[in-house]
Structure formats: structure tokens, C-alpha cells
């Protein structure tokens, strides 16, 4: 075999290996993509169960330890979201407990109409 033949050789095989690799990595990055996204669905359904668990067990004197810092951060959550509404001006919706703007008729989110009283004072 001459030199350029040899040369052509080596560079069509290195092509070829260089192909491979690249199939092999798009492979990988796919299967990488694929077990991320369970993992995110599985965090979401552990996440669910746990509230419903938390929902069903939040008085039961066996798990008080476990659920008394929930429930704390629960309430401070809800404080701190009043006060939020409170600055931006926002009262909250009788129905579904959305931020909605201080004068408006209906909920943006559940669509409940809010009453005169509800559009005017803002939630302390």
C-alpha cells in the first residue's frame, strides 16, 4: 500500500472512531436526560406524599416532633405571604386565598367575585 493510500486509511478510520464517539456521547447524554427527568418526576410524587401524608398525620402525637417544624414553617409562610399582599397593596380571595388587587370585581384566578369590603381593605 502506497503512503496517500495508508494516509487515507488511518484518516477514514479516525473519522469513523470520531463518529462513533459522538453517537456514543449523543447516547449518553439522552440517557442522562431520561433518568434526570424521573428523578424530578420521582421528587414531585415523593413530595405529594409526603403532604398527604403531613395533611392526614399533622395531630397524631407519634410524629409531633416531625410535624411541629412543618407547621411552624407553614405558619410563617402564611404571615409572611400577608404581609407581602399587605405591601403590594393586594387583599386576598375570599375563595381561593389568591393575591388579587385591591379594587377588583373577580379573582384572576378562581374567577369568585369579591365583594366591596374584600377589593377595599387589605389583608393585615
Known amino acids: 500500500m502506497s503512503f496517500l493510500e495508508n494516509l487515507g486509511a ?9 463518529l462513533d464517539k459522538g453517537k456514543e ?3 449518553v ?24 401524608y403531613y395533611d392526614e398525620n399533622k395531630e397524631a402525637a407519634a410524629y ?3 410535624m411541629a417544624p412543618i407547621k411552624d414553617a407553614l405558619d410563617k409562610i402564611a ?16 375563595v381561593c ?13 378562581c374567577g369568585a367575585a369579591m365583594s366591596s369590603s374584600d377589593s377595599e381593605i387589605p389583608i393585615e
Request: hydrophobic share 40%.
Open 29 to 52: 447524554a439522552a440517557i442522562k436526560t431520561q433518568i434526570a427527568s424521573i428523578q424530578a418526576n420521582l421528587g414531585k410524587l415523593y413530595k405529594e406524599l409526603g403532604k398527604a
Open 97 to 109: 386565598g389568591a393575591s388579587v388587587e385591591a379594587g377588583a370585581q373577580f379573582c384572576p384566578k
Open 79 to 94: 404571615e409572611l405571604e400577608a404581609k407581602l399582599m399587605d405591601a403590594q397593596g393586594n387583599v386576598k380571595c375570599p
Open 10 to 18: 488511518t484518516i477514514g478510520g479516525g473519522a469513523k472512531t470520531a
Open 25 to 27: 456521547l449523543k447516547d
Open 64 to 66: 409531633s416532633d416531625k
